[in-house]
């Protein structure tokens, strides 16, 4: 069972206690997986096929690394430990983050799928460079990986982190926007498969993003649920 006592979490049993490992481990594997992404990105403005999918294939490893402890963690919560009132939200968490680097995979293959012209990319790309959306993942699932931790002792300071990924997310989309004007600012140069590629490999980094704030929102559930008071003024950003 999961007490509630002064806003902290408690755990008294053993799976309690392996389920908590579990997810933080989960968490930080999802980490790592984000960030083997930037290697991709690099790969890719080379042109270089091979170093490409050799990139490609460490964000596949990584990705393996987390499902494999995601199943895990299933498996120890589904099987009773804590109470049915957060179990839900705890599996839904866990879900959440193997999503993060369902996400890194599913984009790492799709860009390494391409072989775009160095010299077109560094044109296209001439204002701002995609890596910079990497960059501000890793920064969203930094935090993420904090307020994840927090959660289980301290859940006020997890909702200021789940905030804090909320505000980042934003300046991703920002970021995302500015991309992908500059791909259709050349729209009449470039071949429409190009573009079209060019336009599916931002998005699918955005995704990446997309996931790891939809996991901060579960964790302001669960914060929620532990008996701390969460004002309005705690989730305002802007």
Not at 61 to 66: I, L, Q
Request: aromatic share 6%; charged share 30%; hydrophobic share 45%.
């Amino acid at each position: 069972m999961w007490q509630k006592s002064l806003g902290k979490l408690s755990f008294i049993g053993k799976k309690e206690i392996a389920a908590k490992e579990l997810i933080l481990n989960e968490v930080k594997a999802a980490s790592e997986t984000v960030r083997s992404l930037e290697g991709v990105v690099a790969a890719l403005s080379t042109g270089d096929l091979t170093l490409l999918k050799a990139e490609s294939e460490k964000v596949s490893c990584k990705e393996e690394s987390v499902d494999e402890i995601h199943r895990k963690g299933m498996m120890i919560i589904s099987e009773g430990a804590f109470f049915a009132g957060i179990r839900e939200d705890l599996l839904n968490l866990m879900e959440g983050i193997d999503d993060i680097a369902d996400y890194s995979k599913d984009a790492s293959r799709v860009i390494s799928q391409y072989l775009i012209n160095p010299v077109e990319y560094k044109v296209t790309f001439s204002a701002e460079e995609p890596i910079a959306l990497v960059k501000k993942g890793e920064e969203a699932m930094s935090v993420l990986e904090q307020c994840v931790s927090q959660l289980f002792s301290n859940p006020k300071e997890s909702v200021r982190l789940a905030v804090d990924v909320e505000r980042k997310e934003h300046e991703g989309d920002e970021i995302k926007e500015r991309l992908l004007e500059e791909i259709f600012e050349r729209k009449d140069s470039l071949d429409v498969l190009a573009l079209l590629e060019l336009k599916d490999f931002i998005l699918w980094l955005d995704n990446v993003i997309d996931a790891i704030e939809h996991a901060s929102d579960v964790a302001i559930v669960i914060a929620a649920k532990s008996g701390v008071r969460i004002d309005a003024f705690d989730l305002i950003w802007l």
